[in-house]
């Protein structure tokens, strides 16, 4: 089965910066990479699939990049509602999905 | 409007059983593949298994050792999830979601629609 590691597991930044946040498979899940973010006591919201389409409704300073086994995640502008944390997943079919561990994201 | 109900959940002791369910509203769930999704307390996301649009393909995740099941009632725009030998370590919330990959689509996108969760408390 894919592991999926994402790097760095906690993120403080100040509002505005630019963050990224890595998601690194064991082996290549082509762009089979999703993006979820989930508040504190809410169900995980999409943000990106096909490791860089946002889905409807996203804000754009959120983007995706990579394939294979290296994968990114950006917020061009950090907000303070973007304190949440993220996963990444990945949906490789007819084969078992994994999330990575978690990146918590805090404002400083 | 889109949405997913989970019911089911609820205190249960150690080796028992327990059938969740998931009931879409606001589209045709027999239209997407069905996934559930576990989430332990403080602790990050699991995927647990999912369905094919007609139920025909089904995978669970290894770690379930064949415990649980996953089914669905298209009928009923229903969703199922049957867990047999329950131990402490599945005290979770358990969601469901819908991949966004529906009608006349080609590949699986990504869990676009999840439930607000059913808690699973496993204790004497």
């Known amino acids: 089965d894919v592991q999926l590691t994402q790097s760095p597991s906690t993120l403080s930044a100040s509002v505005g910066d630019r963050i990224s946040i890595t998601c690194r498979a064991s082996r290549s899940v082509s762009n089979w990479l999703a993006w979820y973010q989930q508040k504190a006591g809410r169900a995980p919201k999409l943000l990106i699939y096909h490791s860089s389409t946002l889905e409807t409704g996203v804000p754009s300073r959120f983007s995706g990049s990579g394939s294979g086994t290296e994968f990114t995640l950006t917020i061009s502008s950090l907000q303070p509602d973007d304190i949440a944390t993220y996963y990444c997943q990945e949906y490789e079919s007819y084969s078992p999905w994994t999330f990575g561990q978690g990146t918590r994201v805090e404002v400083k | 409007q889109v949405q997913l109900v989970e019911s089911g959940g609820g205190l249960v002791k150690p080796g028992g059983s327990l059938r969740l369910s998931c009931v879409a509203s606001?589209?045709?769930?027999?239209?997407?593949?069905m996934i559930w999704i576990r989430q332990a307390p403080g602790k990050g996301l699991e995927w647990l298994a999912y369905?094919?649009?007609?139920?025909?393909?089904?995978l669970h995740a290894d770690s379930l050792l064949g415990r649980f099941a996953v089914s669905r009632d298209n009928a009923r725009n229903s969703l199922l999830l049957q867990m047999t030998s329950l131990t402490a370590e599945d005290t979770a919330v358990y969601y469901c979601a819908r991949d966004g990959c529906g009608a006349g689509c080609s590949s699986l996108y990504g869990m676009d629609v999840w439930g607000q969760g059913t808690m699973v408390t496993v204790s004497s």
């Open positions: 606001g589209f045709n769930l027999s239209d997407h593949y």
């Open positions: 369905i094919s649009t007609s139920g025909n393909y089904k």
